[in-house]
Structure formats: structure tokens, C-alpha cells
């Protein structure tokens, strides 16, 4: 089952906007992680979050983790149209290490 | 230095046959996981092995099963394929049980379609 929604499921932006996607979880969390996936593809993983961690930044990506309200924002600044991909974020509960838990993903295009 | 490499790339199957799918890990990585991905939807966890031994199991039926070998390669089995197995089934290798601080590396996926 997934783990959570991820807000919104389909976003169109210009080259140079930023862009924002939202992921809601459900449970105890050890960690948090972002991946793109490009044309169904393999996944590419981008950036991780410790539950004890509430921000982290690598080059244009900025994650936000909110552990009360269980969310976690993931902001691409200065958007190219490379950045055209689908976009999940992903659970690590504190049951077990060796499980990931994604959510339902983001569609970003991205327009010149 | 080769990422991870799953064979093959696109696989058609008839309903109720057999199929394997294999990966094999970054070089020095001893955890292989795999996710099944159906269309429109996020990976969903199938199974984890590290130093040969299940380490986690997913929501799947008996008719999926893995194995990893002495070289940490692994094989993914499903039996008696159904319509709704078919899907993009993606393997990805880590050093450590846990993801550690550099998250999993996936391979390309093996696209199954079952007719």
C-alpha cells in the first residue's frame, strides 16, 4: 500500500519558476527521501532527511520535514526543463531500515 | 564503475507462466531490494536480501519469490503470472541493510507485460 499522498499529483511550470511539491506519511518515520523518475524509468535518488532533521539543501533542491503534521515539501529552484520528470517521496519507518514506502508522485513539466 | 544492471529490459508473458528477472548490484554493495511499480502509481516494496538472507518481505503472494547468490546478484521469480503482474519491476542495490545516508541506487527496471 502507499504511504501517503503527494500534493499536486500534476504541475506545469516555466523555465526558471520554482516549484513545490508536497508528501503526507502516515506513520513513525526514521527517514524521508526524494527520488525523480524520468519516462517510467529507474528512480534517482536526490536527497535525504533524517526524522531529527527539519531542513536540507543540495544545489537548487530545498526539503522541508515537519514530523508533527507528517509532511515534507520538496522545492527545485530555478526549474529547467531537464527537471521534466515525476517526482516521490519516500518513508523509512522506524520498524525497519530496510524498507522503502513511496508515495502516489508528482508529475512536473516543466516549459521553456 | 557499472550502477546497477537488471536484465532484461522488456519481458511479454502469457498468463500463468513463470518468470525471472535479475539484477545485479553496484559493485561492493551487499543489499538488493526490489520494487514492483504499476502504472500511474509509486514502487512498491517486493522483497529485501542482504548477505544472502531475507531481510524484509512486502505485501506480495507466494507466487513471488528471490534468492541473492555468493556474488550478491539476485533473482526475482513470480509464478503463475497473472493480468495485474504486469508492471515496471525495479531492483535497487545498497551497501548496508538500511539506506544509509546516500538513499538506494535504483537500476533501469524490467518492464513486464503479461497478455
Known amino acids: 500500500s502507499q504511504q501517503g499522498e503527494e500534493d499536486p499529483q500534476a504541475l506545469s511550470i516555466q523555465e526558471g519558476e520554482n516549484a513545490t511539491m508536497n508528501c503526507s506519511y502516515k506513520?513513525?518515520?526514521?527517514?524521508l527521501q526524494w527520488y525523480r523518475q524520468n519516462s517510467g524509468r529507474g528512480l534517482v535518488h536526490l536527497i535525504l532527511?533524517?526524522?531529527?532533521?527539519r531542513e536540507k539543501h543540495s544545489g537548487r533542491l530545498r526539503v522541508t520535514l515537519d514530523t508533527s503534521k507528517k509532511s515534507s515539501s520538496l522545492l527545485i529552484t530555478a526549474s529547467r526543463a531537464a527537471d521534466t520528470a515525476s517526482y516521490f517521496c519516500?518513508?523509512?519507518?522506524?520498524?525497519?531500515?530496510?524498507?522503502?514506502?513511496f508515495g502516489t508522485g508528482t508529475r512536473l513539466q516543466v516549459t521553456l | 564503475d557499472a550502477g546497477v544492471t537488471q536484465s532484461p529490459t522488456h519481458l511479454i508473458k502469457t498468463r500463468g507462466q513463470h518468470v525471472t528477472l535479475r539484477c545485479s548490484p553496484i559493485?561492493?554493495?551487499?543489499?538488493v531490494s526490489w520494487y514492483q511499480q504499476v502504472l500511474g502509481q509509486g514502487p512498491q516494496f517486493i522483497f529485501q536480501?542482504?548477505?544472502?538472507?531475507?531481510?524484509g518481505r512486502g505485501n506480495f503472494p507466494d507466487r513471488f519469490s528471490a534468492r541473492q547468490f555468493p556474488n550478491y546478484s539476485s533473482e526475482l521469480n513470480v509464478n503463475a503470472l497473472l493480468l495485474g503482474d504486469s508492471a515496471l519491476y525495479l531492483c535497487?542495490?545498497?551497501?548496508?541493510?538500511?539506506?544509509?545516508?546516500?538513499?538506494?541506487?535504483f537500476g533501469s527496471g524490467t518492464r513486464l507485460t503479461v497478455v
Open positions: 519516500a518513508t523509512a519507518d522506524t520498524g525497519t531500515a530496510s524498507k522503502l514506502t
Open positions: 536480501y542482504y548477505e544472502k538472507e531475507e531481510r
Open positions: 532527511i533524517r526524522s531529527n532533521e
Open positions: 535497487a542495490s545498497s551497501s548496508i541493510v538500511g539506506q544509509g545516508a546516500h538513499g538506494y541506487t
Open positions: 506513520t513513525s518515520i526514521n527517514n
Open positions: 559493485s561492493g554493495h551487499k543489499s
